[in-house]
């Protein structure tokens, strides 16, 4: 361990930003500048680097860069993380759709695809699977790979068990409910391997996209049902918030629904062409 | 002496038995002499005596004739038959006085016998008899035999007197001959000893020669032999010894040339030499055997040794690699041994199960890819590596032998099952099946063996677990790593969305704050129940915070207003926001009217949790509402009117939305603020002027309209006539992509209720292609204008 690091400020963050901007298509500059500073503080320790040497290699060495940029993303997610959220999915918007004849849903942040195979799992249960179009994006190309592999480690992730059993095989509306819905039926589990691997049959359903919230609007010829995008706007400042939303309300079906974050919520402008449901965002 | 001693036995018996033998017919003739001498003279008397008997018959006769006595007559008479000797010349018979006169006889009468003759005669006073004394005459003395007898009547005797010579003439006449018969006899005997002797002297010869050669360590030919005498015994013997000497040579021979299972048998019992020679030989034999078993115990010992070091090396070569060691190991016991095939099982003892895994096996000299997995306890190498103890089976059941040769070779015979163990630990188990038997210097070393494959098995076993746990804990530094960065992210987000929330409460608290200043603010449970009310609220009602809560909001409604209130509640409770006036009753029947709007909320799963209330106090309002009704209704009317007008201005902005959507087609269409900031931009703009959106929008025009550039006067002009609320319409041309475009721009203020300029709208057509066409167009632009105007 060296020295402790300087503490990045406001202007380091800025040259950052702006080094990344310049010289590639990613765009920093609306992201919440608290969570940023911590993450190019990160980097700047684990590559053991001042900021202008990682500004140099910023700047020459576009290979770096995708790199810094994937490690500035932060990636967290679950198989049916926060189950109330799906539970609230699950009795409460779901069924709205049960006499479309498509449902076009979009993961926005998908991540490494937890929420993405959670999501088909659910859809599965409700026999919605066979009508969903699912489409996940994100910014992060390597978590995408993982996403379209469907193979998470088992051990750290015991918890996706107890998600399932959660949102699959109780209902919180009715205790008495208990569907014995065998985890074959979705993943496999192989002990030795530490791993959990989707069934084909969720693998090969979604269309992965790389995408950028910040620049790219919506790449998909479609319009959505059902819009996920969860704990990513926290990593995004008000105005960035904004934006984001106006592009989901303009890519939402009337009646669209887009789902936020546990701790996310609209306020601002657009927070009167929404109604409210728990996490859901009904577009008036 | 000496040279009788150095003769040899014939010569010797020729000069000692020969003259011996001619003494004793000597000696033999003498006795015989002898003998016939004294029958001779023995006869000569008893002749005598027959002749004396004869002369005595005579003497009777005559003395019967003359009378008694000797008479003159008588010796007359009687002188006759006494004048002849009687048998031989001397021999005269004689009568003989008592005295020893001679009465008659031939010669001697009146002769006187010799005086002592006389005294033995009257001596011997007998009759009749002989005896002998010597007549003594003048020359001589001659030994005389005198024979008797007394005769009666003439009282004298009649005696012969013989002369012991003449008697012997005859026999004297005979000697020369009886010598010489002795001498012939003699030499005959001579002789015939001679010949008898020459034979046995010779085979004396022979066998003092072979006894000599015997004696200097020669083995001599054979003795012939027929007969059974002592000589013939004898070189039976001396064969026999020859015999029995070859033998006992030829067998010192053999044992010379290690040839000890020669056939030999000694002379006899006491045979010392064979015996002597037999006892060698034994001891020889065991001397060999010893060897031979000492041979054979140090070729044992050997490759015990060497195997030993070989799989010692090729234990410690390949350490690293299990299956490369369990290959050689197996391949090379199984040639090791000759045996024909093999396998080495290792003893897994995971959390899970135990079993025996056939790591590699071998078989007609090859290897075998055969998997195969046995349990503890299971067959006979299970039951080995339970049991810890060796299995040797000289009989193989036929169904055992998993390896088959595939070339109709026969099947092993016996089978060979060792535990690998290490102080009773075990490590697996070996299998060796063979064509012949194991020894059991083999067995020992398949196990001696065992111990170290044991100890390798062991080492290999904790290398590869100590290398597995080294890529483990690597693997689980990695995913710690990995976890590690996940909880990092984890945290971030944590982190962010902490910030998010504290951005967003300070919000809502600026929010909440504004409200609780300036409306009245409660909050119901889905009972009704107050659970929060604010002061304005307190202040308006009456009522103070204490008392309020737990209160039913119903209960402060003018009971009149109940029913419409409950459902007002329910259209709340089914999850819609709903606005109203409340006529409430408050303390000491205080009368207050509130503006309210009742919003659900609802928790994540979309359940109801509370309902919020906000106001304000419009009682004046309602009062003067009241006091005047007239007004109310009015404004009423006024509202309905404003309505009206709204739904006018509504169904207007609808057209106009559609005309502008008509526009927003064929038209460049741009909308700038009063200041001349462009706030938008259709698509026609980007489409005919390859303007972009976003190098247009958020510009003020003067900064990039090409009047304002070129001709600040006339844009100054323009501008203010604008803001007189004129429309202003005016042409321009600019070359687009090497292409000159027409462009027409209408400019239209839009006054706001005030008749303040609120926005300009500027609508272009691209009249490049028309150009010709102006005149057409520009009607079509008037039409369009008066139906503006309209």
């Known amino acids: ?284 | 002496m000496k040279a009788f001693a150095n003769m040899n036995l014939a010569q010797r018996i020729q000069i000692v038995i020969i003259p011996l033998i001619a003494m004793l017919f000597a000696i033999a003739g003498l006795i015989l002499n002898h003998f016939s001498k004294t029958q001779t003279i023995n006869t000569a008397i008893i002749e005598a005596y027959v002749y004396i008997d004869k002369l005595e018959e005579f003497a009777n006769i005559v003395e019967g004739k003359t009378g008694p006595g000797l008479s003159s007559n008588d010796i007359f008479e009687l002188k006759e038959y006494f004048s002849k000797p009687a048998f031989r010349e001397t021999d005269y018979p004689s009568l003989l006085s008592k005295n020893g006169e001679y009465l008659i006889h031939a010669t001697r009468q009146g002769g006187r016998l010799p005086l002592e003759v006389v005294q033995n005669l009257k001596k011997a006073n007998s009759k009749q008899g002989y005896l002998y004394y010597n007549n003594i005459s003048e020359t001589k003395i001659e030994k005389r035999i005198l024979v008797y007898k007394f005769y009666k009547p003439y009282n004298s005797w009649i005696a012969i007197s013989i002369s012991p010579s003449e008697v012997l003439k005859q026999i004297r006449a005979n000697r020369i001959s009886m010598i010489l018969i002795v001498i012939f006899a003699s030499l005959l005997t001579a002789f015939i000893i001679y010949l008898t002797l020459k034979p046995v002297s010779r085979r004396l010869m022979h066998l003092s020669i072979r006894l000599k050669q015997l004696a200097q360590g020669e083995i001599p030919n054979h003795i012939k032999n027929g007969d059974r005498s002592e000589l013939g015994i004898l070189s039976d013997s001396l064969n026999k010894l020859i015999d029995g000497l070859k033998n006992t040579t030829e067998f010192a021979r053999q044992i010379e040339q290690n040839k000890l299972d020669f056939n030999f048998k000694p002379l006899s019992q006491k045979d010392q030499l064979g015996m002597a020679l037999i006892q060698m030989r034994d001891s020889l034999k065991r001397a060999f055997e010893g060897e031979q078993i000492r041979k054979q115990e140090d070729e044992i010992r050997s490759w015990f040794n060497s195997g030993l070091a070989m799989f010692g090396e090729i234990l410690r070569q390949n350490n690293n690699n299990l299956n490369i060691l369990a290959d050689n190991v197996i391949q090379d016991l199984v040639n090791y041994l000759n045996a024909n095939q093999g396998g080495i099982f290792m003893y897994n003892d995971n959390d899970t199960e135990k079993n025996l895994v056939l790591l590699s096996s071998f078989a007609y000299n090859r290897k075998k890819f055969i998997h195969k997995t046995i349990m503890l306890g299971e067959g006979l190498v299970g039951t080995c590596a339970l049991e810890k103890q060796t299995i040797y089976l000289k009989e193989i059941p036929s169904d055992y032998i998993y390896i088959t040769s595939g070339l109709g070779e026969a099947t092993p015979k016996s089978l060979l099952i060792v535990p690998l163990k290490l102080e009773e630990e075990i490590f697996g188990v070996i299998e060796i099946a063979s064509f012949n038997e194991f020894p059991k210097h083999q067995i020992e070393f398949v196990e001696k063996i065992g111990e170290s494959i044991a100890t390798t098995l062991n080492s290999v076993k904790n290398n590869i677990r100590t290398r597995e746990l080294l890529e483990q804990s690597q693997q689980q530094r990695e995913e710690m790593a990995a976890q590690e960065e996940e909880m990092r992210q984890n945290m971030e987000e944590m982190q962010a969305t902490q910030e998010e929330m504290q951005r967003k409460n300070i919000e809502l608290e600026v929010i909440t704050g504004a409200i609780n200043q300036t409306l009245i603010s409660l909050s119901l449970n889905d009972d009704g129940i107050i659970v929060e009310s604010n002061s304005i609220f307190h202040e308006t009602i009456g009522y103070s915070k204490s008392e309020l809560e737990g209160m039913l909001l119903e209960n402060l409604i003018s009971p009149d207003e109940r029913k419409e209130f409950d459902h007002l509640w329910q259209t709340v409770l089914n999850g819609q926001s709903v606005t109203a006036t409340l006529h409430l009753i408050g303390n000491s029947n205080r009368e207050r009217y509130l503006l309210a709007t009742l919003s659900p909320g609802f928790d994540t799963l979309g359940l109801l949790i509370k309902i919020l209330l906000i106001g304000h106090d419009v009682t004046e309002t309602k009062k003067l509402e009241f006091m005047a009704l007239q007004q109310a209704k009015e404004i009423e009317n006024n509202l309905q009117t404003i309505k009206k007008e709204q739904e006018i201005s509504n169904m207007r902005q609808h057209e106009m939305e559609t005309l502008l959507k008509a526009l927003d087609q064929n038209c460049l269409v741009s909308i700038l603020e009063p200041n001349g900031l462009i706030t938008y931009i259709n698509n026609m703009n980007v489409v005919v002027l390859g303007d972009k959106k976003e190098d247009i929008e958020g510009k003020f025009l003067k900064d990039i309209d090409y009047n304002a550039k070129n001709n600040p006067k006339e844009f100054e002009r323009f501008w203010k006539l604008l803001h007189d609320g004129k429309k202003q319409n005016r042409e321009f041309s600019l070359n687009v992509k090497g292409e000159t475009k027409w462009i027409l721009e209408n400019f239209t203020p839009i006054l706001d209720e005030k008749g303040k300029l609120y926005k300009i709208i500027n609508i272009g057509y691209d009249i490049t292609l028309n150009k010709q066409k102006e005149q057409e167009l520009n009607n079509i632009i008037s039409q369009l204008k008066e139906q503006l105007k309209k």
């Not at chain 1, 995408?211 to 998909?220: A, E, R, S, T």
């Not at chain 1, 010829?221 to 989901?248: G, H, M, T, W």
């Not at chain 1, 009337?254 to 927070?271: D, Q, R, S, V, Y």
């Not at chain 1, 109604?275 to 577009?283: H, S």
Request: proline fraction near 3%; include cysteine; hydrophobic fraction near 40%.
């Open chain 1, 1 to 284: 361990m060296a020295t402790q690091r300087m503490q990045v400020t406001d202007q380091d963050l800025l040259y950052f930003v702006n080094t990344i901007k310049s010289t590639s298509r990613y765009d920093f500059s609306e992201y919440s500048d608290k969570s940023l500073k911590r993450r190019l503080q990160k980097i700047l320790e684990d590559y053991n680097l001042d900021l202008t040497s990682l500004l140099t290699n910023l700047r020459l060495d576009k290979d770096f860069l995708e790199k810094v940029v994937k490690e500035i993303t932060v990636n967290t997610t679950e198989l049916f993380r926060d189950p109330p959220v799906w539970h609230l999915l699950r009795s409460r918007i779901l069924p709205r759709f049960k006499s479309n004849k498509t449902i076009n849903i979009w993961h926005a942040g998908c991540s490494s695809g937890q929420e993405v195979y959670s999501m088909m799992i659910l859809l599965n249960e409700m026999e919605l699977l066979d009508r969903a179009k699912i489409f996940a994006t994100d910014l992060n190309t390597d978590v995408l790979e993982i996403a379209k592999q469907g193979v998470y480690k088992y051990r750290f992730n015991l918890g996706y068990l107890d998600n399932f059993d959660k949102v699959i095989k109780h209902n919180p509306l009715n205790f008495e409910e208990y569907n014995d819905v065998p985890y074959e039926k979705y993943f496999d589990i192989d002990k030795v391997r530490d791993t959990i691997t989707m069934k084909k049959f969720l693998t090969e359903r979604p269309i992965f996209r790389k995408h950028d919230l910040v620049v790219d609007g919506n790449i998909f010829f479609a319009k959505f049902d059902l819009i996920l995008c969860r704990n990513v706007i926290i990593y995004f400042n008000y105005s960035l918030q904004n934006k984001v939303f106006e592009l989901f309300h303009s890519n939402l079906y009337p009646k669209g629904i887009l789902l936020l974050g546990m701790h996310e919520t609209i306020l601002g402008p657009w927070a009167t062409r929404f109604e409210r449901l728990g996490q859901a965002y009904i577009k008036k």
